[in-house]
């Protein structure tokens, strides 16, 4: 067992864990953010995409150990002061999600994309989302929710 | 109690409205109810040892040494469940001489396919279950495995089950198919190929089974919670009404949900054992292997046409793979297509013959659009062979062929009556949005150029049968199940509404467009409706969600349910107004006296009060507004639309992108047309990943090699460009909402688009047909690049 | 899935961390970003005895430029070799070549350290590896050692790192000035692994291909250099039907496997291809 400190959406923990403990288990299981889930076994579905250090990781390919000492946020530490992230609030005015399975990862995926690029493409959200499928939506809707998001994020009627 | 008389507003309609979904606020911020999210106090994870042979005699399990491993409570080998465990249910047995064979949900004596269950360990968390699975010993006696869908009918080849590989043969026949087909001008054969797909919904498989005393709730990741309950209780003996099952938020099923599961009965046989909740929560490649696989058939299509391409007739002889078992409707999944071959199209002589064959791979069974994509698939690839063999533009040939507008409601030759539909209207404005004529400018200039990049259009117009049910059709097709949904309709004392549907969602968005058809039908604001359902004990009845059945069906349920309560209302209301009812009149959400003002009238929620209280009641009025509803349509629903596709196909490697993808669909009345469009856009997605990407592939041995997402290919944003979608919107006759289904629309047209596009890119290069999935490498050979 | 159970041990230098792996013995595995490995151990296709998590230990850390090449440290992530800007002005075919490798997250925490020491012919940076003639500097009880990328790949998922041997980084030569550069990445979806990919850096000289270095992904067990091509194409005028000829025998020398995409002769038709596109796409840069 080894013992790790990690911060979570604010909160933090500290934890005795199997080393072979991943990352999402540790979330899950022992913290109870269920809000981030698993979808794959390889690293491909990109479901379980969280914020780690300020950068977006599969949470499914992180070892809980190697997490030692990092800040992660989750799908459910997005919002600020009961305020949706603007992300969040462009999914649902767009539609951008149907039962919701791939849209923690999706919002996490899109919300680094915005950090590197504040005013992408639509090329650029497509290619920056490429690490998260979903099976609903065609992504037709997740990527005009990106824009939108973008469009608010930058003081502008979104 | 005084009563104010609510301000009557004019309100807007909320039907046809682009509500913003009421299911997204928790959603968005991860407050979810996923089946593996659920902990219970001394709560054990189940896990399984699948075979890893696809045929092959189980000679000895032992699971003693998993029992000694840390954290292990218990584990199981099939023979340990015994006679306890059942067969799995096939509830359509389409033929009287069917081939139904046992189905224990934990092999027994013989393993069928890769991925199996043939023992199970209990342990105190998943890691320690996981580890014990390595310490059960068990031994096979490999037999040879049955994997050639043509092959497997051979008379030498080696059996499934004792009773022969074919399953069961099913026809379908009208008209003089061979006076049709003699002295035709024009015949056009191909044999096409619709490989075998894994539905991959992002929410793996969970199911927690909770006892209490005799009692168990069954939480699952399924479409079917209400079918599941006596499914569940059929096979394992436990009575019905001991029973609940739930399906909390579930993600995505696309009809692999649509199942009653070797795991759901074995986590319930092994709570009961034990006196303790049991979770099983699937992998990614435990689910490719062992989530019922789609599609898979084998298609020998013929039609017969005149000079100038009007259809005489055809023929479609199918071989269907049903994979090792028959599991809950798998053999009726080719029969959804028997009637659909025909397409939109007139046409004097139908022959359909399927036969279903077994193979030592992992059951077939419903996947979005089942059987129909198939069909749509088959007619609208020859459609295109059929205008290029007379020299004329695919969209003409089809506006000589299909039912126009004026010709509904039309008998088709496969036996179904169209109700309605606008054709021509839907190509037409699909044609426009497309840009039809300057794309084809833009293909003769590549073609003339000889351009590396060929520029390809492809056409689908499709119809296709839904909103599954009536109960009657499905029991003259031989399927046990009834086509009726049920809504209850409380109104609750504060005049707030609770919907209670019996068609269970996964994703579509049913608390709204229900919250919009009850907001309309009482005339109560959209935010005063809740919507319940996919719980036993909640919502009692129902036959839950596939086929693009919930609008059609439950939603026009939850209409009916809403006149009812009406109609109990406007009596209370007489009653209190002294007056009779008839002079009543119902709108924005009062009864008044007819031409009067709405002040003066009684509102829902004065009524919803002045029942809960009772202390005037008419007599022989109970005090409850509340009331059920069934509908069972007469007639399915037929939605219909045309989808034109761009493709740009690299004739040097063979690699094809979409450019450009236009759908214009008449789904009938519009409830939320943000819904629709969601659904279309995520069906075209789908029926691109079977054109372009899916496929689950076997070895010789029967080993999937697709047991991932990294090998089987579902397309991401970065693959698929935006849809471009309209409506034409001619009202379903069938029910009094108009309405018609859409949750397959997408994936059944979108496919033979694809590849009639990657076909008309390279026909000048003697291409006639790329076998799906469309690989680059497939497209290179198709092409002649291979030496 | 799960993985099963390993001992884990987090050094925090290069000599601790070099002790710790040879103490672990043979099954010990190092653990860099663990893009490649732990979906692996989930899948129970590796039962390594004890994790020896590289993370920690800061000689493996950070880019340096040290006159003639480039010193990046193994733990670079994926996403710090597209966006550094010494490797962008030196070695901009790492970066690009980078820039493709999987997806976002994967290239938070992927890094070119265990990229190459998986040694996966699929992956894309090896074929950089040899077109660049990096030259990988590894730590080992026993020595330090500087090995060229062309010994390094020793046959699928094997390389020349012995079991108690760290790779700490990799020399990256600078080419130096006319140099441009392109890579060619075929698969069937953005995030699928390369069919076949082509590392393309060429020296343009009077409006000629002067010189050319071609490394190619996922043609053989290792990953290759289209040497053949280099030399057809040195002097050769940036003209495709030139090109075409030049890289006709881009498949010379390579044994592609054939998989669930594609079979060994499709490869070698993907390889003159992209070689082409690749070279015509860096030469016109």
């Known amino acids: 067992m080894a013992k790790i400190n990690v911060n979570v959406d604010g909160v933090g923990h500290e934890e005795e864990v199997e080393p072979r403990l991943l990352l999402v288990h540790f979330l899950r299981d022992r913290l109870g953010k269920v809000g981030t889930p698993v979808g794959c076994d390889t690293g491909n579905c990109g479901a379980c995409t969280i914020s780690m250090n300020g950068k977006s990781v599969k949470s499914c390919s992180v070892l809980a150990v190697q997490a030692d000492g990092a800040h992660l946020v989750t799908v459910e530490g997005l919002a600020s002061n009961g305020d949706r992230h603007p992300l969040q609030k462009a999914f649902h005015e767009e539609h951008g999600l149907q039962c919701g399975y791939c849209t923690p990862g999706m919002l996490m995926a899109a919300l680094d994309l915005l950090k590197e690029n504040p005013d992408p493409a639509e090329e650029d959200i497509r290619a920056g989302l490429e690490g998260n499928l979903c099976r609903c939506t065609g992504y037709v809707n997740i990527v005009r929710a990106v824009q939108r998001a973008a469009r608010e994020m930058a003081g502008e009627r979104p | 109690m005084t009563v104010t008389p609510t301000p009557a507003e004019v309100r807007q309609s909320e039907v046809g409205r682009a509500r913003r979904r009421k299911e997204d606020a928790r959603l968005v911020t991860g407050q979810t109810r996923w089946t593996d999210n659920i902990q219970a106090p001394g709560l054990l994870h189940i896990a399984f040892l699948r075979s890893p042979m696809a045929h092959a005699r189980i000679t000895r399990v032992d699971v003693s040494a998993a029992r000694e491993m840390p954290g292990v409570v218990a584990a199981f080998s099939g023979a340990d469940f015994g006679a306890e465990q059942g067969s799995l249910p096939c509830a359509w047995p389409v033929t009287e001489d069917i081939v139904i064979p046992d189905h224990p949900p934990m092999a027994t004596e013989t393993v069928r396919y890769v991925g199996e269950a043939v023992a199970c360990v209990v342990a105190t968390d998943r890691y320690r279950a996981a580890d014990a699975l390595e310490a059960i010993e068990i031994d096979y006696e490999p037999l040879p495995p049955v994997l050639d869908l043509e092959k497997a009918l051979d008379a030498d080849s080696p059996l499934v089950h004792d009773a022969g590989n074919r399953a069961y043969t099913w026809t379908l026949s009208n008209g003089d198919v061979e006076a049709a087909f003699r002295d035709a001008p024009v015949v056009i054969s191909r044999t096409f190929r619709q490989q075998r797909l894994i539905p991959a919904a992002m929410e793996p498989r969970a199911v927690v089974v909770t006892p209490l005393g005799d009692e168990y709730t069954v939480h699952t990741s399924t479409q079917i919670p209400h079918i599941l309950r006596f499914l569940l209780a059929s096979v394992t003996g436990v009575p019905e009404h001991r029973l609940r099952v739930i399906a909390p938020d579930v993600g995505g099923g696309f009809g692999s949900k649509l199942q009653c599961t070797a795991e759901e009965v074995l986590c319930l046989l092994a709570a009961k054992r034990l006196g303790r909740p049991v979770k099983w929560t699937e992998s990614r490649s435990e689910g490719n292997l062992t989530v019922h696989h789609g599609r898979d058939q084998l298609q020998r299509v013929q039609i017969a046409a005149e000079a100038d391409g009007r259809l005489r007739g055809m023929k479609i002889d199918l071989l269907a793979d049903m994979g090792a078992y028959l599991m809950l409707v798998t053999p009726g999944i080719p029969l959804l297509g028997a009637f659909m071959y025909n397409g939109v199209y007139k046409m004097a002589a139908y022959d359909f013959r399927c036969t279903g064959v077994f193979t030592t791979k992992m059951p077939t069974d419903a996947y979005r659009g089942a059987g129909r994509p198939e069909a749509t698939f088959a007619i609208e690839r020859l459609m295109d062979e059929l205008a290029a063999e007379i020299g004329v533009d695919p969209v003409e040939v089809r506006r000589r062929n299909w039912i126009t507008h004026g010709e509904f409601p039309y008998d088709t030759v496969a036996g179904l009556t169209y109700d309605s539909g606008d054709y021509e209207a839907a190509t037409e404005k699909a044609l426009q949005l497309f840009g039809y004529d300057k794309l084809r400018a833009e293909q003769k200039d590549r073609r003339d150029r000889g351009d590396t990049v060929q520029l390809g259009i492809g056409i689908s117009t499709y119809t296709e049968m839904c909103g599954l049910a009536p109960s009657r059709v499905l029991g003259q097709l031989g399927n046990a199940s009834g086509g009726w949904e049920q809504a209850d309709v409380r109104v609750l004392p504060t005049g707030k509404v609770e919907v209670a549907t019996g068609a269970t969602p996964h994703g579509q968005g049913h608390v709204t467009a229900w919250s919009q058809i009850a907001a309309d039908a009482l005339g109560v604001p959209f935010e005063d409706v809740s919507v319940v359902y996919g719980d036993t004990a909640v919502v009692p009845r129902g036959w839950d969600t596939y086929g693009s059945r919930s609008l059609a069906i439950g939603g026009v349920a939850v209409h009916l349910a809403c006149e009812k309560v009406k109609e109990k209302a406007r009596r209370v209301a007489a009653h209190l107004m002294e007056i009779d009812p008839g002079d009543l009149e119902y709108a924005e959400g009062a009864f008044r006296v007819r031409g009067a003002p709405a002040e003066q009238g009684r509102s829902i929620q004065e009524l919803a009060a002045a029942v809960f209280n009772a202390h005037d009641m008419p007599e022989g009025i109970e005090p409850r507004l509340d009331s059920s509803a069934t509908f069972d349509p007469a007639n399915f629903s037929f939605p219909h639309g045309t989808h034109l596709c761009a493709v740009e196909v690299d004739t040097e490697t063979g690699f094809t992108k979409i450019r450009s993808y236009v759908a214009v669909d008449d789904v009938g009345t519009v409830v939320n047309p943000l819904i629709v469009d969601g659904q279309v856009h995520g069906g075209i997605a789908q029926g691109i990943g079977q054109a372009l990407y899916e496929e689950a592939v076997h070895d010789a041995e029967g080993n999937l090699l697709t047991t991932t997402l990294a090998d089987y290919l579902v397309p991401s944003a970065a693959d698929l460009p935006a849809f471009v979608t309209g409506r034409t919107e001619t009202p379903a006759t069938s029910n009094p909402l108009g309405v018609k289904g859409v949750g397959e629309a997408g994936t059944i047209a979108s496919t033979p688009a694809v590849v009639n596009g990657i076909v008309d890119a390279l026909r000048h290069l003697g291409v006639r047909d790329v076998q799906m999935p469309c690989t680059p490498e497939r497209v290179w050979r198709a092409i002649g690049g291979a030496s | ?285």
């Open chain 3, 1 to 285: 899935m799960i993985p099963a159970r390993f001992d884990y041990a987090q050094p925090t230098s290069l000599p601790q961390a070099v002790s710790v792996l040879s103490d672990a013995g043979e099954d010990a595995k190092v653990l860099a970003g663990g893009q490649s490995l732990l979906p692996l151990l989930r899948m129970r296709l590796a039962y390594p005895s004890v994790l020896v998590d590289v993370g920690c230990v800061s000689e493996l850390r950070g880019v340096r430029d040290e006159g003639d090449h480039l010193f990046v440290g193994a733990m670079t992530t994926q996403h710090d070799l597209v966006r550094d800007p010494l490797i962008r002005e030196h070695c901009p075919l790492v970066s690009l070549t980078a820039a493709t490798v999987a997806d976002p997250a994967v290239r938070h925490r992927g890094t070119i350290g265990g990229s190459l020491a998986h040694a996966d012919p699929a992956g894309d940076l090896p074929s950089v590896a040899v077109a660049l003639d990096m030259v990988f500097v590894t730590r080992s009880p026993r020595e330090e050692r500087r090995i060229a990328a062309a010994d390094f790949f020793l046959d699928y998922l094997e390389s020349a790192l012995e079991t108690d041997e760290i790779l700490v980084g990799l020399e990256i030569p600078k080419l130096g000035p006319g140099w441009t550069y392109h890579y060619e990445k075929f698969h069937r979806t953005a995030q699928a692994w390369a069919i076949v990919g082509a590392a393309v850096a060429v020296r343009r000289a009077d409006g000629h291909i002067a010189e050319a270095r071609i490394g190619l992904t996922n043609m053989a067990p290792v990953p290759v250099r289209a040497s053949s091509v280099e030399a057809a194409v040195a002097g050769a005028a940036i003209d495709d039907d030139v090109l075409r000829r030049a890289c006709a025998t881009a498949d010379e020398g390579t044994s592609p496997a054939s998989d669930l995409h594609a079979t060994p002769e499709y490869r070698r038709h993907l390889a003159r291809v992209l070689t082409r596109r690749a070279l015509a796409t860096a030469a016109r840069a």
